[in-house]
Every structure is written in C-alpha cells, then in structure tokens.
C-alpha cells in the first residue's frame, strides 16, 4: 500500500510499514505517532551491523509496551517499506533514501510532516549558517512583547514532534536546520535568514546544494516575508528572487546605531548589550532580525517599555560565548557551538580590544579557512593560538603560508588547551574556545566538548563570573 499523494504530516504514517531512521528523542515520537496509526514499524539505525547489533545494546527498543525492532539502513532495499521517516542527522543524499524514492516510498522528517499539519498556524522559520538559536529566542521574547502567548522549538529547542501534544499557541517560532528543510513541503508564512556561508558539507555534498537546502525552507510559498540579514553578502544574492524580503541590520529597515535600535532611520529604543547579556555586534544584528520578524508577523513592533523589559529575558545561551570562569585577569569564554569559521570570526571581533589566545580545532570538513586567516592577521592586540586535530593543523599551516607570525601550539586534548592557554595570556586577557569546527565524532558533541573546556577552568580555580 503506497501513502495517497493528499495525505499530509502525520497521517503519512497511517500505512502499512514505517521505517524511522533514528532513535533519539524525535525518532521514539514519530515510532509511536506510528504505532497509534496502526503501522508496522521498525527503526534503522547506522551502529547496527549487517545481520547483528553488535554496536547496539539490543535487536529492538521499547516503544509504547511494542518492541520496535532495530534494522541495518540496508533493510531499505531489502524489504518493502511504505514510508521512510529520516532523522535530522541522516543526510537525504544517502544512497539508500535515493533508492526508495526513485521506487516510489515515501520519504520525509517530522519537521516536514509538523509544518504541514501546522499550516494553518502562525509560525516563524528561523534558519542561517550561524545566528538562528539566538535569533529565535529573541524573537520568542519580542513577540512575547507583544502580549502574545509564543511557544519557541526546533533545532535546539523543544523537539517539534512534542508540539503535538501542547495546547495552541498564538505564534509558533521554529528554529530549523539544513538538515531539517532539505525535504520540506511546506513554507511558513514568515521567515528569517540569518547569514549563509559554507557549512555541513559533508552532509549537503556542495555548498551550492547547502544553500539550495536552506532557502528551501521558503520556497514552498509565493507570498513568503522574508527578514534577511544585510551583513551577508550571500544571503543577499541568494533571496533577490523572494517578492516580500525585507534586509536587517546595516543598511535594513531595522538596525542598531551607536547603541540605539533604529526603525527606517528613526529611533525606536535604547539598546544595551551588556543588560541582555549578549556580547558582540553580531548579536545586535541578531536582535534586529527578531525586531524584523516581528514586524513581519504583527505589522507593528512592541512598545519601547515592553521591548526594554522583554529583552532583559534573554538568557545566556550555554556555548554561545558564555563567560564559564574568571582567574585572576583571565576571562574563560565558551563558544563550543562555534563550528564554523563565520561563527569564529564573529566570537573574535567581539573581543577585539583584549589579549586573546583562541582554542580552535575539530574536524575538519574541508571549509575555507581565508575569512577566519585574515581576521587573524587583522587583530591588533595580543593572539596566540592553541590548536587541536585536525582543522587546527591546517589552519597552522595556512596562517604560515599566509605570512602570519602568530604563535600557534599544538595540544591533543581541550583540557590540555585550557592549562596551555592560561600560560599564554599573562596576567589578563580572553582564552576563547571557539572550535571553528565541528566536535570530532570520538568526542561527542558540543556539549560534551563544552563541558570538557568547563570543568578545566574548574580545575584552574575559575570562579563563575
């Protein structure tokens, strides 16, 4: 039995057999959405070996009182499947998804099948190389300005497939990934493009198909509004084409001036970084692509006073840099999810005025290094750099090749980096992990990474700022 072409979201799965690729939080939500649809389903996952689950614990896992059984992605082409439910990490590029689509299954992700069932609702799509979890929550927070009741998931958030079972809200904001537009049918009916630059290639193959990824997102929708952030140029030439697309930030209808947030050149509210806890001109820039996506959605921003009092909300986001420790005049700053050099770039203007010494370093993906090489070479003060395999070697050798003369020292580990860093800077300045790259697979993830650079500030006797 094959899924009828008008069947949308979640009664996709109301077909005989559902293959869900991927057993973490989202997989487990769309199994049981599944099971009480009456399917047949199974999980693949990649840590099963052909013919066993030598990697895994078990041959099934418990969903609902049914024991879903666990299967090599293989089975794909082995058995008969009407529908295929990729997790985020899963690239749809796989030639195992390639297969069962050209035979006619169904393939899609619970972002998908949760923007088609919420169609109807007012949802705001943020995406962008770097920037949109901030971007995000503070559009969250802005909306909230405007008294209404906002419910923020995604990407990094609140798993969409757990949106299901809340009551309605008057505006959803959705932080979405690459990964999790690739497939998306469906565009919300406002949107928010942070920056583009090259990411995720490894899962997108070119960076002209990452880009294609993205702004897929949007263009399932002729009268998408589109905020987009003037302060990238290829977010720019990339969204010409979208009718309703409104620039931020630099020269946009929103930006900020000398600490005031600017509306088409008027002043709208006094804007003070420090208060919100967000550091550097990036997030200033992210503060104007919330105010944009407001206006977007409601036609009109909050007042001054229930802005100022709303962005005191903000939260320090963990691995954003996120100040972790002080020691003497050290400041230890956490920017784990730094995993590109856009985002590194970024995290070093904001501490251009102090001594710094960057901890950089992770897999490496094969990204052009010239923007984070020629930031380096353009910081006035003090920066040593210690570096971590594998992109931290290449970055080393292009910085030579480039006539740097930066002190770069080699560790193997970000604890060791940490003790090598505090030896670098003297009596003040910034050690600053921002890894330009993703976390190594043998590491974790970012938060894992992240905790690792916490706990040995904790051990140099940091004290929490």
Same mark, same amino acid.
């Given at each position: 039995?094959?899924?009828?072409?008008?069947?949308?979201?979640?009664?996709?799965?109301?077909? =005989?057999?559902?293959?869900v690729?991927?057993? &973490?939080?989202e997989?487990?939500d769309?199994a049981?959405?599944?099971?009480?649809?009456?399917?047949?389903v199974?999980?693949?996952?990649?840590?099963?070996?052909e013919?066993?689950?030598?990697s895994?614990?078990?041959?099934?896992?418990?969903?609902?009182?049914?024991?879903?059984?666990?299967?090599?992605?293989?089975a794909?082409g082995?058995?008969?499947?009407?529908?295929?439910?990729?997790?985020?990490?899963?690239?749809?590029?796989?030639?195992?998804?390639q297969k069962? %689509?050209?035979?006619?299954?169904? +393939?899609?992700?619970?972002t998908a099948?949760?923007?088609?069932?919420?169609s109807?609702?007012?949802v705001?799509?943020?995406?962008?190389?770097?920037?949109?979890?901030?971007?995000?929550?503070?559009?969250?927070?802005v909306?909230?300005?405007?008294?209404?009741?906002v419910?923020?998931?995604?990407?990094?958030?609140?798993?969409?497939?757990? $949106?299901?079972?809340?009551?309605? =809200?008057?505006?959803?904001?959705?932080e979405?990934? =690459?990964?999790q537009?690739a497939?998306v049918?469906?565009s919300?009916?406002v949107?928010?493009?942070t920056?583009?630059?090259?990411?995720h $290639?490894?899962?997108h &193959?070119?960076?002209?198909?990452y880009?294609?990824?993205?702004l897929?997102l #949007?263009?399932h929708?002729?009268?998408?509004a589109?905020?987009?952030s003037s302060?990238s140029?290829?977010?720019?030439?990339?969204t010409?084409?979208?009718a309703r697309?409104?620039?931020?930030? *630099?020269?946009?209808?929103?930006?900020v001036?000398?600490?005031?947030v600017?509306?088409?050149g008027?002043?709208l509210?006094d #804007?003070?970084?420090?208060?919100?806890r967000?550091? *550097?001109?990036?997030?200033?820039?992210?503060?104007?692509?919330?105010?944009?996506?407001?206006?977007l959605?409601?036609?009109?921003l909050?007042?001054?006073?229930?802005?100022e009092q709303?962005?005191?909300k903000?939260?320090?986001?963990?691995s954003?840099?996120?100040?972790?420790?002080?020691c003497?005049?050290?400041? !230890?700053?956490?920017?784990a999810?730094?995993s590109?050099?856009?985002?590194?770039?970024?995290?070093?203007?904001? !501490?251009a005025?102090?001594p710094?010494?960057?901890?950089?370093? &992770?897999?490496?993906?094969g +990204?052009?290094l010239?923007?984070?090489?020629?930031?380096?070479?353009?910081?006035r003060?003090?920066?040593a750099?210690?570096?971590?395999?594998? %992109?931290?070697?290449?970055?080393?050798?292009?910085?030579?090749?480039?006539?740097?003369?930066v002190?770069?020292?080699? +560790?193997?580990t970000?604890?060791?980096?940490?003790?090598?860093?505090?030896?670098?800077? &003297?009596?003040?300045?910034?050690?600053?992990?921002?890894p330009?790259?993703?976390t190594?697979h043998?590491?974790g993830?970012?938060?894992?990474?992240?905790?690792a650079?916490?706990?040995a +500030?904790?051990?140099?006797g940091?004290?929490?700022?």
């Amino acid at each position: 039995m094959s899924t009828p072409s008008s069947v949308t979201g979640m009664e996709r799965l109301r077909v =005989s057999r559902v293959a869900v690729w991927g057993t &973490g939080v989202e997989g487990l939500d769309v199994a049981k959405a599944a099971l009480e649809h009456g399917a047949d389903v199974v999980f693949v996952d990649d840590r099963v070996k052909e013919g066993s689950c030598a990697s895994v614990s078990a041959r099934s896992i418990p969903v609902s009182g049914v024991d879903v059984p666990l299967r090599h992605p293989a089975a794909l082409g082995e058995e008969q499947f009407d529908c295929v439910v990729r997790s985020p990490g899963v690239s749809v590029y796989r030639g195992e998804l390639q297969k069962v %689509l050209a035979a006619g299954t169904t +393939v899609t992700s619970a972002t998908a099948m949760w923007l088609e069932d919420f169609s109807e609702s007012r949802v705001i799509g943020v995406t962008g190389t770097k920037g949109k979890t901030t971007t995000a929550w503070l559009t969250a927070i802005v909306l909230e300005a405007r008294g209404l009741r906002v419910r923020l998931g995604g990407n990094m958030g609140t798993p969409l497939t757990e $949106l299901y079972r809340e009551e309605p =809200s008057d505006v959803y904001v959705v932080e979405i990934s =690459s990964f999790q537009g690739a497939d998306v049918k469906v565009s919300p009916a406002v949107g928010v493009l942070t920056l583009l630059a090259p990411d995720h $290639l490894d899962w997108h &193959g070119t960076y002209d198909r990452y880009v294609r990824d993205k702004l897929n997102l #949007f263009d399932h929708r002729e009268d998408v509004a589109l905020a987009v952030s003037s302060s990238s140029p290829d977010a720019i030439v990339e969204t010409a084409r979208y009718a309703r697309r409104v620039l931020y930030g *630099g020269e946009g209808r929103i930006t900020v001036r000398c600490g005031d947030v600017m509306l088409d050149g008027e002043r709208l509210v006094d #804007f003070d970084t420090s208060a919100l806890r967000l550091r *550097g001109e990036h997030n200033q820039v992210n503060l104007c692509g919330a105010l944009t996506a407001c206006m977007l959605e409601e036609g009109q921003l909050p007042s001054s006073e229930s802005l100022e009092q709303a962005l005191e909300k903000m939260p320090v986001l963990a691995s954003r840099l996120q100040t972790v420790g002080i020691c003497g005049g050290i400041e !230890f700053v956490n920017d784990a999810l730094a995993s590109n050099p856009a985002g590194t770039v970024a995290a070093l203007r904001t !501490f251009a005025r102090r001594p710094i010494c960057l901890i950089v370093g &992770g897999q490496d993906r094969g +990204v052009d290094l010239a923007s984070l090489v020629s930031a380096i070479k353009g910081m006035r003060l003090y920066l040593a750099i210690v570096y971590l395999p594998d %992109l931290g070697e290449r970055l080393r050798v292009e910085l030579a090749a480039s006539g740097s003369h930066v002190t770069c020292v080699r +560790v193997p580990t970000v604890r060791e980096a940490v003790f090598q860093a505090s030896t670098l800077l &003297g009596d003040e300045g910034v050690v600053l992990f921002s890894p330009a790259a993703p976390t190594p697979h043998v590491e974790g993830t970012y938060v894992q990474r992240g905790a690792a650079f916490n706990e040995a +500030v904790a051990e140099l006797g940091g004290s929490r700022p």
